[in-house]
């Protein structure tokens, strides 16, 4: 077990002449305190109602605060188990994990990658998050990031048929990431039957679908898409997606915004926005869709020289919530923050606090970026 999981989180205190008793006379950490007090109450409530556990997380949390983490091995997810008491203490009430291929998968086993999470790690982390009042979503990325420099994940290696360039780009050379092919109709029972496994080792009631960043589509070498719309492709695989984890499994479904933004009418660049057509599927979609926006440089970084982050707007008019979402640099956290609070009764949900490895999991409670970007969501 890592040292991190052990080490006993205590609550930073800000007033040392009022603490006595390991902070609980702490007029801040009464204010946290109370803030976990309501959850209980009104989770009790719910409950005495016949509603779920995420029935009453919905009504005790408006503002939705939120981390998203990559975990790879079961030591990430022990790591995350130790520090999520004080995470929650310090606003966050959703923890996004990014799980792919890295879980001890038994529908399809040849699929598990090198490190694997297993349930013994999941049981940990879903018990530490529900006793916290944390909504805990897992994360499958689908459709592209099926490769990371010249690592292959799972899937494409052992199906390279499914892949979009299928014998293209030997070590993944000229290309950013991998995608498979959304019209092979092979791919869907296979990723569903992970989704299906990683959704019940979490207990979860939402999925992070991913869906970020798809340059490879349509691609001239697919004899299915060679020649169709990108947008109409991207549309297809969302619905396909959200026909199975929604309608049948009754899940919420987040996916990330990037590829329904125009490039062109956004200002932003190609990482952010899309200018490989996939953007005209933004109205060809389930208007249930939870869309992270995702943002992570001050306006006047931006070749286009956009004069607001015109993207929260935009999807919230096409009838969507939105979650926007940060990185580290602190001006963009307040800029972005700044335009996502002026449309907080339009559907934006809060503050997603990316990391990205720009912080060790034992340093999260405190990291300044996420602090900064929850406070005016409190
Ligand atoms: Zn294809």
Not at 6 to 13: A, E, L
Not at 268 to 285: D, F, L, P, R
Request: hydrophobic share 40%.
């Amino acid at each position: 077990m890592e040292p991190d999981a052990v080490t006993p989180i205590r609550p930073q205190s800000k007033s040392p002449n009022l603490t006595f008793n390991g902070g609980m006379f702490n007029p801040l950490f009464i204010g946290k305190s109370r803030r976990w007090i309501i959850f209980w109450l009104v989770l009790i409530g719910s409950r005495l109602q016949g509603e779920s556990w995420v029935d009453g997380w919905r009504s005790a949390n408006p503002n939705w605060r939120g981390v998203h983490v990559i975990t790879r091995t079961p030591s990430d997810v022990l790591k995350l188990v130790g520090v999520v008491p004080q995470l929650a203490m310090n606003g966050m009430n959703v923890l996004i994990v990014e799980v792919d291929y890295n879980f001890a998968f038994t529908s399809h086993p040849e699929l598990r990658e090198s490190t694997v999470i297993t349930r013994v790690e999941t049981d940990r982390l879903t018990d530490v998050c529900h006793r916290n009042g944390v909504r805990l979503i897992p994360q499958f990325n689908c459709l592209g990031h099926q490769s990371w420099s010249t690592q292959t994940f799972s899937l494409l290696r052992v199906h390279p048929e499914f892949d979009e360039t299928p014998g293209l780009y030997p070590r993944n050379e000229g290309i950013y990431c991998r995608s498979w092919c959304p019209q092979n109709p092979a791919v869907g029972p296979v990723v569903f039957a992970l989704m299906d496994e990683i959704a019940d080792a979490f207990q979860a009631d939402a999925m992070h679908i991913g869906m970020d960043e798809v340059f490879l589509i349509a691609s001239d070498s697919c004899p299915r898409c060679r020649g169709q719309d990108p947008g109409l492709l991207f549309a297809k695989s969302i619905t396909e997606m959200h026909r199975h984890l929604v309608r049948e499994k009754h899940l919420d479904l987040l996916m990330w915004a990037d590829r329904l933004l125009d490039s062109k009418t956004m200002g932003y660049g190609e990482w952010e926005s899309a200018t490989n057509g996939t953007s005209s599927a933004v109205g060809k979609i389930p208007k249930d869709i939870l869309l992270c926006d995702w943002h992570y440089e001050t306006l006047d970084k931006y070749q286009g020289h956009p004069s607001h982050y015109a993207s929260i707007s935009y999807l919230t008019g096409q009838g969507f919530r939105v979650w926007p979402t940060g990185w580290k640099t602190p001006a963009a956290i307040e800029a972005f923050n700044r335009e996502a609070l002026a449309q907080r009764t339009n559907g934006v949900l809060g503050y997603l606090c990316s990391t990205w490895g720009a912080v060790s999991i034992g340093d999260l409670p405190a990291w300044p970026p996420l602090t900064k970007g929850f406070e005016p969501w409190k």
